[in-house]
């Protein structure tokens, strides 16, 4: 599967951004899909992910209740909308799927992930 990441851009701190992250070759049945993000110099960090099938999701605690990831199945794309951005959230941001079958496990480490995106910069001025 191909994943194609965009809407980033840049933002001041307390605005918003909804990030889509679309799929080709496949749908993403039976999919996890994920967000990450990596800022200069530091580590790529799980950001959420959600369940295609169940739709259930989970968040990390520096971005939950302003984060919100959800799912498009007729466009076949996930989004993150981001509001109450800080120029701590301030990042490349990276779409990333893997097969899950009907499996309902929470993937929050980057390489429980087989397929990424290429990434698209988010940057939050103060």
């Known amino acids: 599967v191909q994943l194609q990441a965009y809407g980033g851009g840049l933002v001041q701190a307390g605005g918003s951004l909804r990030l889509s992250c679309a799929a080709s070759g496949r749908t993403f049945s039976y999919y996890a899909v994920g967000w990450f993000r990596q800022a200069p110099g530091k580590e790529r960090e799980f950001v959420t992910t959600v369940n295609w099938n169940s739709g259930s999701t989970y968040y990390a605690d520096s971005v939950k209740g302003r984060f919100t990831i959800s799912r498009d199945n007729a466009e076949n794309t996930v989004y993150l909308q981001m509001n109450s951005l800080k120029p701590e959230d301030t990042a490349v941001y990276y779409c990333?799927?893997?097969?899950?079958?009907?499996?309902?496990?929470?993937?929050?480490?980057?390489?429980?992930?087989?397929?990424w995106g290429q990434g698209t910069q988010v940057t939050v001025s103060s």
């Open positions: 990333a799927a893997r097969s899950i079958g009907y499996g309902s496990s929470a993937f929050i480490r980057s390489y429980e992930y087989a397929y």
